[in-house]
């Protein structure tokens, strides 16, 4: 499957937004998604683009073009840009009936997540410092959302989780969908012998 490289491309966008808002007075501000301005739908997608900080760009920068990739080239550059896209827009409007304003593309990219662990369930990646199963992350970061949502911080837990849901019910059609036309997800045979044996043992 030819894919696009829309991760890779949105990565730059978030980088050129975030050097418009060190650059520009005012322009967070005319972008970013509130209460107060909650009918000015621009917003809905515009808030996805903007970053509170250096640290929280280079964060979704890293997962955006990792996990973004992944995906993309799993179900192809379109439905990729659905789940970011979906992902995004609906975590900010829950958002922000929580908190002042809600900016960032960590809903996004927490859908991305969601959809690989529907998708590719046993996959491997490295996460919370350790190798696990992409089913396993996604609880772990499910549970750490619940829990930071009990502990304020600066984090927008409930977008994270609003973003993983939506990404969960995406992958959930996607692989239904998948089903039906005979592209079933099958594993090696073998696989869980040597997970297993690797990283359990």
Same mark, same amino acid.
């Given at each position: 499957?030819?894919?696009?490289?829309?991760?890779?491309?949105?990565?730059?966008?978030?980088?050129?937004?975030?050097?418009?808002?060190?650059?520009?007075p005012?322009?967070?501000?005319?972008?970013?998604?509130?209460?107060?301005s909650?009918?000015?739908?621009?917003?809905?997608?515009?808030? #996805?683009?903007?970053?509170?900080? /250096?640290?929280?760009?280079?964060?979704? =920068?890293? !997962?955006l *073009?990792?996990?973004?990739? +992944? @995906?993309?080239?799993?179900?192809?550059?379109n439905?990729f840009l659905i789940?970011?896209f979906?992902?995004?827009? #609906?975590?900010?409007?829950?958002? /922000?009936?929580?908190?002042?304003s809600? =900016?960032? !593309?960590? *809903?996004?990219?927490?859908? +991305? @997540?969601?959809?690989?662990?529907?998708?590719?369930?046993?996959?491997?990646?490295?996460a919370?410092?350790?190798?696990?199963?992409?089913?396993?992350?996604?609880?772990?970061?499910v549970?750490?959302g619940?829990?930071g949502?009990?502990?304020?911080?600066?984090?927008?837990d409930?977008?994270?989780?609003?973003?993983?849901?939506?990404?969960?019910?995406?992958?959930?059609?996607?692989?239904?969908?998948?089903?039906a036309?005979?592209?079933?997800?099958?594993l090696?045979?073998?696989?869980?012998?040597?997970?297993?044996?690797?990283?359990?043992?």
């Amino acid at each position: 499957m030819k894919i696009k490289f829309y991760s890779l491309w949105l990565c730059l966008i978030c980088i050129i937004v975030f050097m418009m808002q060190l650059l520009i007075p005012g322009f967070t501000e005319f972008f970013v998604l509130n209460q107060a301005s909650f009918f000015e739908v621009w917003r809905f997608l515009t808030s #996805i683009f903007l970053h509170a900080s /250096v640290t929280h760009l280079l964060f979704n =920068l890293f !997962a955006l *073009g990792l996990f973004g990739i +992944i @995906l993309e080239k799993l179900i192809g550059s379109n439905k990729f840009l659905i789940v970011f896209f979906a992902s995004g827009i #609906i975590a900010n409007l829950i958002a /922000v009936n929580f908190y002042a304003s809600s =900016l960032g !593309a960590s *809903g996004a990219i927490y859908g +991305i @997540l969601g959809c690989l662990a529907v998708i590719r369930p046993l996959m491997m990646i490295w996460a919370f410092g350790f190798p696990m199963p992409m089913f396993i992350a996604a609880i772990l970061w499910v549970g750490a959302g619940v829990f930071g949502i009990f502990m304020p911080s600066n984090v927008g837990d409930i977008a994270h989780l609003s973003g993983i849901a939506v990404g969960f019910i995406i992958g959930l059609i996607l692989r239904e969908w998948r089903t039906a036309k005979r592209e079933l997800i099958r594993l090696p045979e073998g696989y869980m012998r040597n997970w297993e044996d690797r990283y359990v043992r």
